[in-house]
């Protein structure tokens, strides 16, 4: 593959499908090599710093426990204590820490503002999540896949139910577009992502031999999928106030266990978490009470606490997809 050194990675499309693949592979051995004990520290000296505009636990963990693992270091940035974008622009904030660190990962609401970090910094910034976009997301999900269905991601098909307007769902479309693969989305259109992102995923699969679906029908998508993916119905910087409609618009895409029966035979379930799968979070009472139910929101926790669940899996793919995309961007 072509260098990945010094190349920021604000979405999917930043990477070609043959350089996504390698950070797959390289991600498994990493992964093979930490568990051996047999891990070389190949980041001694490096830092990466970390802003974080809205919260994580997996992103954050994933990049910090990396580096530590290479021998590395990183600073967190919480805006609300360092002087980005009250103080400072976000143009001037790149250009004063790619003089101290080698990369930057950037979390928050607008992709501009990613973008305009990624313009502006003379070390790769990578996007942590965006409203729109969660590019180290789907390093993890599609490493996820291929070690339970090995390794040629366009031998099965997969499908991803709910919000699809947001983040996750963008990302699943251009991700299967780019890497060939049969996709279904089932949301209602009004939670389909947008025209102008379909009509590009599309042009993207007639290259790629890709099969995108995009339905109202759950059953639909559900049907001889491998891997069923949901996420949370309401995302971060949303209002409470969308709860209401949100929970009608999507309770025919929840993910039960009458859904599961329309899978592939032994389907996984995936989620990116968190998951309100029961009422044991602030959010997930609130949430419950008002939907007038409990056991779940977008999964059911018959099927969260299922041995088709591999969420806990996606979530330790995190660490080593993000380590091996740290290792190329600031060694090559
Ligand atoms: N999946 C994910 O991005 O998790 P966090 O929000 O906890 O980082
Ligand atoms: N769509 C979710 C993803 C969380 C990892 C959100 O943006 O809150």
């Given amino acids: ?54 919260t994580s636990t997996r992103t954050r963990a994933a990049f910090e426990v990396a580096m530590a693992q290479q021998g590395g270091s ?39 503002t990613v973008e305009t970090l990624a313009t502006n910094s003379s070390v790769p910034v990578i996007n942590g999540l965006t409203d729109q976009w969660h590019p180290t997301q789907m390093l993890a999900d599609l490493l996820t896949m291929r070690e339970v269905a ?11 139910l709910g919000d699809a307007r947001n983040n996750m769902g963008n990302s699943f479309l251009i991700t299967a577009a780019m890497l060939g693969m049969n996709f279904s989305i089932a949301a209602p259109t009004a939670l389909w992502p947008t025209a102008e992102l ?54 025919p895409y929840q993910v039960n266990t009458e859904l599961m029966k329309h899978a592939a035979p032994n389907a996984k379930f995936m989620h990116c978490l968190p998951a309100y799968h029961d009422e044991n979070t602030d959010v997930g009472k609130q949430a419950a009470a008002i939907a007038g139910f409990t056991g779940g929101l977008e999964v059911t926790d018959e099927v969260f606490q299922s041995s088709a669940n591999i969420a806990f899996d996606q979530a330790e793919n995190r660490l080593h997809t993000i380590k091996a995309l740290l290792v190329s961007t600031i060694l090559g």
Wanted: with cysteine.
């Fill in 1 to 54: 593959m072509n260098s990945l050194l010094g190349k920021s990675i604000t979405k999917e499309l930043d990477l070609t499908a043959e350089e996504f693949l390698a950070l797959l592979d390289l991600a498994a051995n990493l992964k093979a090599a930490t568990k051996q004990g047999s891990e070389a520290q190949k980041l001694i000296g490096k830092s990466v710093a970390l802003i974080f505009e809205k």
């Fill in 74 to 112: 990183v600073t967190v940035f919480d805006p609300n204590s360092a002087q980005i974008g009250h103080k400072e622009s976000i143009a001037d904030t790149a250009k004063v820490l790619s003089r101290m660190y080698d990369a930057i990962m950037y979390r928050g609401a607008a992709q501009n």
């Fill in 150 to 160: 090995g390794p040629d991601l366009t031998n099965f098909k997969f499908c991803y």
């Fill in 198 to 251: 379909i009509e590009q995923a599309n042009k993207i699969a007639k290259t790629t031999g890709a099969q995108l679906q995009l339905t109202q029908s759950a059953q639909q998508a559900v049907a001889d999928s491998q891997f069923v993916h949901t996420d949370v119905w309401v995302s971060m910087g949303e209002p409470n106030s969308v709860w209401q409609s949100r929970i009608e618009q999507l309770l």
